[in-house]
């Protein structure tokens, strides 16, 4: 066996790198050209629609896909070069939760700890941590076939941390979850990183959930990151406020009259709202009634609010994730 | 952002016979929930033991011991196809084919362990049957350690036979596949001397018969029971088997390293 302690790191200080990475799946580029750097300790939140190349991404770094081209590495490994090293470092919960029906809960957590080199006596003592994490009760010596959907996840949870990783990978974990579980899922990844200090790349297409969780937020567009920082600056840079308009009539000609305002940047939704960016929304406020007014526009509807992740999503690629997505 | 430091990363890799045992101890948990895949292997074997013995008993001619000839038949077909494959399809299907793979688990160990556990089911599979020969009268010329190299041609038949499923269920997940492979079986069972003796074939299928490696895997077995140690049938039927076994293994990592190249 060749013994993972005597490798070098090719970066100590990332938990995850990637530079230019690509892969391609026949014709279909999913990810295209990906610089990504998240620190250690960090609660990275990966937002983007479905087929933005999340998941793909995500794979990469589990090493279960090779990149076509470019580099990534996670705890200062090479995810091609040195996938075992990786491996030992890493816990990752899945979109789905990949776990055998036909195990019981306690069997498939010491089965992973097995798998991880742990004695006996280090797979009792670390089932006894992350059962208090993840709170399965008694239900772990049933079969993981009679669980619930939230059951599940949290066991998934629970296997991935069974080993104590350095990385968690938490791919859309609150996908399919009612509020409850959502809310369980949310606290069990801030007491993880809080803590025990575990870094956390955490993938979502919530909006609220990367706001909430990361202390970071990279948004991935058809496979490009189209913009990164922290919740706060991000938002920031779209403007102070949003002023979303309601209307009946032409869109368009809304837009070519809204854009007369100074200091405002006008869009037109999907779903045939108008939004406006601005500095500062009060005193916008008047003059954007206005102005649809005069453009002869029925105004159905006027609100303010704070941008959100998803207008920073709309500034940089011209829609919205909220369009094709569940309502976060 | 966290508060402390991290605790430390406690996972290694375990190396490979551990990784082996793990995978292997998995699936030999699962047999006693599933005894709809273990019984037939019990009973459809004595059944079929039971009515060629009763309808052709007295064809066979005398001064051939019937049952002693016929048990070799029951013990191929309560051993062959005793494969965790459909497991391993469900694994594939599920995802947790890949949770294996992002753990430091041996790739080989993905496979291997569920040969190993396959070759322990075969071994246990075979004491009910020739406890059904013993009770008609069957005894084995060669004793005890003729029994047990009974036993370990079964058991690398059935290696050699579960490896045929295994590449078709990583190539290509799909459990309609995998049992489509047990057709396969049936005409390479029944083309053999299985049931009739050799001198009794004729044309075509004694032609089939000669190049089938299952009849020499009858003949080694026979032998033993019938024969005493003759070191011919035994070298042909080893020859036979291990040549199939080759293959069959040559598939089945091909088929691993595909799936897991798939990821490349």
């Known amino acids: 066996m060749k013994a993972t302690a005597e490798r070098t790191p090719v970066a100590v200080s990332d938990a995850v790198r990637t530079a230019g990475l690509v892969r391609r799946f026949g014709s279909t580029v999913a990810v295209d050209g990906l610089d990504l750097c998240v620190r250690r300790g960090e609660i990275y939140g990966f937002l983007g629609p479905n087929g933005a190349g999340k998941s793909t991404v995500v794979r990469i770094l589990c090493t279960l896909l090779r990149p076509t081209a470019g580099i990534a590495s996670v705890a200062g490994y090479d995810v091609t070069e040195d996938p075992q090293a990786v491996r030992v470092r890493i816990g990752v919960a899945l979109q789905d939760a990949a776990i055998d029906d036909r195990q019981t809960g306690r069997e498939l957590l010491s089965l992973q700890g097995r798998l991880y080199g742990l004695s006996a006596a280090q797979v009792r003592g670390r089932l006894g941590d992350v059962l208090d994490l993840v709170d399965i009760g008694a239900a772990i010596d049933r079969r993981i076939g009679t669980y619930s959907g939230g059951m599940k996840r949290r066991l998934d949870l629970a296997a991935a941390l069974i080993h104590r990783p350095e990385v968690l990978f938490l791919d859309e974990p609150t996908t399919g979850l009612d509020p409850h579980s959502r809310s369980a899922v949310w606290s069990e990844v801030e007491r993880l990183n809080w803590g025990l200090g575990m870094t956390i790349f955490l993938t979502t297409q919530y909006l609220d959930e990367a706001d909430t969780l990361a202390d970071r937020v990279g948004i991935i567009a058809s496979g490009r990151l189209v913009a990164e920082g922290t919740p706060a600056v991000l938002k920031h840079s779209v403007g102070h406020d949003v002023i979303v308009a309601e209307v009946e009539g032409n869109g368009i000609g809304a837009l070519k009259a809204l854009r007369s305002i100074e200091g405002v940047e006008p869009a037109w939704n999907a779903d045939g709202t108008l939004t406006v960016n601005t500095p500062d929304g009060a005193a916008a406020l008047g003059a954007v009634a206005v102005t649809l007014g005069r453009a002869g526009l029925q105004l159905t509807g006027l609100t303010m609010r704070t941008p959100t992740l998803d207008d920073v999503f709309m500034a940089m690629t011209g829609s919205r994730i909220t369009e094709d997505e569940a309502p976060s | ?264």
């Open chain 2, 1 to 264: 952002m966290r508060a402390v430091q991290p605790a430390g990363v406690i996972g290694r890799e375990a190396g490979f016979v551990h990784d082996v045992r793990a995978v292997a101890g998995r699936a030999l948990r699962q047999i006693p929930r599933e005894p709809a895949a273990v019984l037939p292997a019990v009973f459809v074997p004595a059944f079929f033991y039971a009515v060629n013995l009763g309808a052709l008993e007295k064809l066979a001619g005398t001064g051939l011991d019937y049952k002693a000839f016929l048990l070799p038949m029951a013990i191929a077909f309560a051993v062959t196809g005793m494969s965790r494959a459909p497991a391993l399809v469900t694994d594939i299907q599920g995802g947790y084919f890949d949770r294996l793979c992002m753990t430091p688990i041996r790739r080989s160990a993905l496979l291997l362990g569920l040969m190993v556990a396959d070759v322990a089911v075969i071994a246990a599979l075979c004491l009910p049957v020739i406890a059904v020969g013993a009770i008609v009268g069957v005894r084995f010329s060669t004793g005890l350690p003729g029994l047990v190299a009974f036993v370990g041609f079964s058991a690398l038949w059935g290696l050699a036979f579960t490896c045929f499923p295994y590449a078709v269920a990583l190539k290509t997940g799909s459990p309609a596949a995998v049992n489509a492979c047990y057709v396969v079986f049936f005409p390479l069972f029944f083309l053999t001397d299985a049931v009739v003796p050799k001198q009794l074939l004729t044309g075509w299928f004694s032609t089939i018969a000669t190049y089938n490696p299952v009849t020499y895997l009858i003949g080694a077995l026979r032998s033993l029971i019938t024969s005493g140690w003759q070191l011919r049938p035994l070298l042909e039927g080893l020859a036979a088997v291990s040549a199939l076994a080759f293959v069959g293994m040559a598939l089945a990592f091909a088929a691993l390293r595909a799936r897991i190249r798939m990821a490349d």
